[in-house]
């Protein structure tokens, strides 16, 4: 029977099959070429708007003029016949957006929908002289950094002011953190909710002591005796007898006042807040007796200040890098412990500029983690390395300036940083200068906004 003939099902099946196999095969190569055209098409509005915000301010007309050439200029001619820029917006705070479109006829895919696809794109930058930037500079204050290290160090850091003096951009702020084993957050801060600092207080106790005076000694002569001080070698002298006569034991007895006073230095939170900007429900604690060097400056405009500052820095005791940089990403923030900083979703553009002449030579104590008294160099650039990675995973952007630094700490520094063009290693200390400047100039470079 006619219906039981089943020879024929194949042939009628597969020629109902081919139209919508043959348009599926039409889409395919024609979205796979529409990718590769909007790409281009991104690209060369991102082009365009980059060279929009360099241009000296001008009529929309002019610009958009002026936009479409740069834009047109970076397009294949297959594409370039059918773009067009559409739009251009300058917004009050200087920021540029332009719209851009353009067209691509269909292969396949003609023979079963419309004849071209139009694709569009959008690209956003911000002039260079009203982007909106926040720097914290993280400067290694150590006793390694004595004499001219410190010198060209002030230098540079001037320089680096300079340039963005210079540009009048009023988006620019600056925070200064100095560090050394600890950081100061300013005295001024001691009733914070976000920090515990112990009461100054003195004792008074009498002692007694008991000594034997030298009557007589011979066979003296001074000899050198040698130490370190944040792993740089140091020597003094000393007087060294062969005999000594000694009389009678003396006892003296006198009171002794201990005073006990906070001067700005605060230790780490427990593990892991010690390397996080979490804001400070369990608070940070004030040392008391406890030196750390001159006391950060929290994001400012004003450079008379951030100079003042600068000037004053000295180097004195031994190296805890993790400390300076959560101290500058603190500075960065919008929440507590400093508060000055913008939120990210305001389009703002946040800078960590990193310097040290030597390696982690303390990390936190054992058994009482909050002071950096351990001897545990690996453990510190361990959580150099954690804090740098967190403060990246939060939007900001790491320049590190190693000055003679090697061994685990120097891969540990080109680590922090966002890319080998954000990570400087030099010996010679007179560079810094150069390298400052150089960041300046990224850190200004015209950047795209979306």
């Known amino acids: 029977m006619l219906w039981k003939d089943k020879s024929g099902n194949f042939g009628v099946m597969t020629a109902l099959l081919v139209v919508p196999l043959f348009a599926c095969a039409g889409l395919a190569v024609d979205f796979s070429k529409a990718m590769v055209s909007k790409a281009e098409l991104q690209s060369a509005a991102d082009s365009a708007v980059l060279s929009a915000v360099s241009m000296a301010k001008t009529s929309n007309d002019t610009m958009k003029a002026e936009l479409t050439k740069v834009f047109k200029g970076n397009l294949s001619p297959a594409l370039a016949g059918s773009a067009s820029v559409e739009d251009i917006n300058i917004s009050a705070d200087n920021y540029i957006t332009i719209n851009a479109q353009s067209s691509i006829p269909l292969t396949l895919g003609a023979f079963f929908f419309k004849d071209s696809w139009q694709l569009k794109v959008a690209a956003q930058a911000v002039r260079s002289d009203y982007q909106k930037v926040e720097v914290a500079m993280v400067l290694d204050n150590t006793y390694s950094m004595t004499g001219q290290k410190l010198t060209d160090l002030k230098t540079a850091a001037n320089a680096l002011l300079d340039v963005f003096e210079k540009s ?95 001067t700005g230095c605060v230790g780490s939170r427990n593990s892991p807040l010690d390397v996080s900007d979490t804001e400070p429900t369990l608070r940070y604690t004030g040392l008391l007796n406890t030196s750390c060097g001159s006391a950060v400056v929290p994001l400012t405009t004003n450079y008379s200040t951030l ?115 954000k990570a400087f290693n030099i010996e010679d200390s007179a560079k810094l200068v150069e390298v400052f400047k150089k960041i300046a100039g990224q850190i200004l470079t015209p950047r795209l906004t979306m």
Request: with cysteine.
């Open 168 to 262: 009048k951009n009023p988006n620019v702020r600056f925070a200064l953190v100095p560090f050394s084993r600890y950081v100061n957050v300013g005295t001024a801060n001691r009733n914070q909710l976000w920090l515990t600092v112990p009461d100054d207080y003195s004792t008074t106790k009498n002692s007694c002591t008991t000594s034997k005076p030298v009557v007589s000694k011979s066979g003296c002569k001074t000899i050198t005796t040698t130490g370190t001080n944040d792993g740089v070698k140091t020597t003094s002298t000393k007087e060294q007898c062969d005999s000594y006569t000694y009389g009678e034991p003396v006892t003296s007895c006198s009171d002794k006042t201990s005073t006990y006073t906070w």
């Open 307 to 421: 100079r003042t500052a600068i000037s004053k820095m000295v180097a004195n005791n031994e190296t805890y890098i993790p400390a300076g940089v959560l101290w500058g990403w603190n500075m960065l923030s919008p929440t507590q412990p400093f508060t000055e900083g913008e939120p990210k979703a305001t389009g703002i553009s946040k800078f960590l500029i990193i310097m040290t002449d030597g390696t982690n030579t303390l990390s936190p104590n054992k058994s009482n983690y909050m002071l950096h008294t351990g001897t545990d160099t690996g453990k510190a650039d361990s959580l150099m390395t954690t804090v740098c990675s967190n403060a990246k995973n939060a939007g900001l952007t790491i320049y590190t300036v190693a000055v003679g630094v090697s061994g685990s700490t120097a891969e540990g520094l080109a680590t922090c940083a966002n890319d080998n063009g």
